[in-house]
């Protein structure tokens, strides 16, 4: 609905890279279309192994459009430790980067590689794939961080997810105008309202480098230069961030 609404729109903002709502839409869709034609359906498990990037965005939108479940997979875990959520998950599939192939442990699952399989891939169609899914269907599978033995897989539904983003929007509306910052890693529940809330609103989605959510200096750079309005801090890393200086050219914020 919101790409009908301003498809020319910037959706996504990565260092140089930009997508425009109708890019991201047809380039999810290919991805979705790619996902069904290798039997990804109703609920199935699909892992994401991918730094924060474009292909991260256009990777969940288009799990969740092909009517699977997405999991991330952190290329910086350990190979142990990715083994065991591959192995829990059963994935049927794996979305990657060549960089990555050699962190995947041996598993079931069939891996693509957005980078090298682009041009396979863009061969998809455009439009929006025929599947239906209600709010009882599975959206994603994250896990927990293992701290007290080993790790487990936490599964929300699209309704809990959909019901937390309205909730979102009507209490802090989002519009057009506004960017919101994408810093924290996807293995973390906050990732999933910092990727869907400002999309279903219009707004423009700026990610940070990988790794970039650990520098103060850097976010302070990115968010001055990109104009954001939005970002989302837990205590103890916006006790560091308000220590940086510079933060009085943050007038947008």
Known sequence: AQVERTPDAVAVAFETERLTYREL??????????????????????GVCLERSVDVVVALL??????????????????????????????????????????????????????????????????KPAVQVGPESLAYVIFTSGS????????NAHGGVVNRLKWMQEEYGLSGADVVLQKTPFSFDVSVWEFF?????????????PGGHQEPAYLVKLMKAEGVTTVHFVPSMLRAFVEEPGLEGLGSL
């Open 197 to 209: 809330w400002p999309l279903l609103a219009g707004a423009k989605l700026v990610l940070a480098r």
């Open 62 to 127: 288009g799990v969740l459009k092909a009517g699977g479940a997405y999991v991330p997979v952190d290329p910086a875990y350990p190979k142990e430790r990715l083994g065991w959520m591959l192995e829990d998950t059963g994935a049927s599939v794996v979305l990657t980067h060549e960089k990555w192939k050699t962190v995947l442990p041996a598993s079931g699952a069939r891996v693509v590689c957005l980078d090298s399989a682009a041009a396979e891939v863009s061969k998809q169609p455009v439009t």
């Open 25 to 46: 839409e047809a380039r999810a869709n290919q991805v979705a279309h790619h996902l069904r034609a290798m039997g990804v359906g109703a609920e199935s498990l699909v």
């Open 148 to 155: 007290t033995g080993r790790p487990k897989g936490a599964m």
